[in-house]
């Protein structure tokens, strides 16, 4: 009934930029928190940034002052902008949101997840 559909991955140089995007489809009727988790090789998956419906905004510390987290209520759709990226910022970056869609009845909220998009940051 719902997707989440990441974009925006790559390999940068330390020091680059990225800008993730996450859109979520499907007969949505609300999201409430939105958010980016990155899980590194051999590491358990950690929260990057969070972001409610009204705005407010949370950051994992290594990466306030860096990175920047909004979201378009409209196009239901959540994006990271990361900059001063490190080599240590290298992950799978997932994209996760709180969900309530409708389908005869309404269901939710529900935790979904994107599907992953790969950051590399080389040195």
């Known amino acids: 009934q719902v997707q989440l559909v990441e974009s925006g991955g790559g390999l940068v140089q330390a020091g680059g930029s990225l800008r993730l995007s996450c859109a979520a489809s499907g007969s949505i009727s609300s999201i409430r928190a939105m958010g980016w988790y990155r899980q590194a090789p051999g590491k358990q998956r950690d929260l990057v940034a969070t972001i409610t419906s009204g705005g407010n905004t949370d950051y994992k510390d290594s990466v306030k002052g860096r990175f920047t987290i909004s979201r378009d209520n409209a196009k239901n759709t959540v994006y990271l902008q990361m900059n001063s990226l490190k080599p240590e910022d290298t992950a799978i970056y997932y994209c996760?949101?709180?969900?309530?869609?409708?389908?005869?009845?309404?269901?939710?909220?529900?935790?979904?997840w994107g599907q992953g998009t790969q950051v590399t940051v080389s040195s």
């Open positions: 996760n949101a709180d969900i309530t869609y409708y389908s005869r009845h309404y269901y939710g909220p529900i935790d979904y």
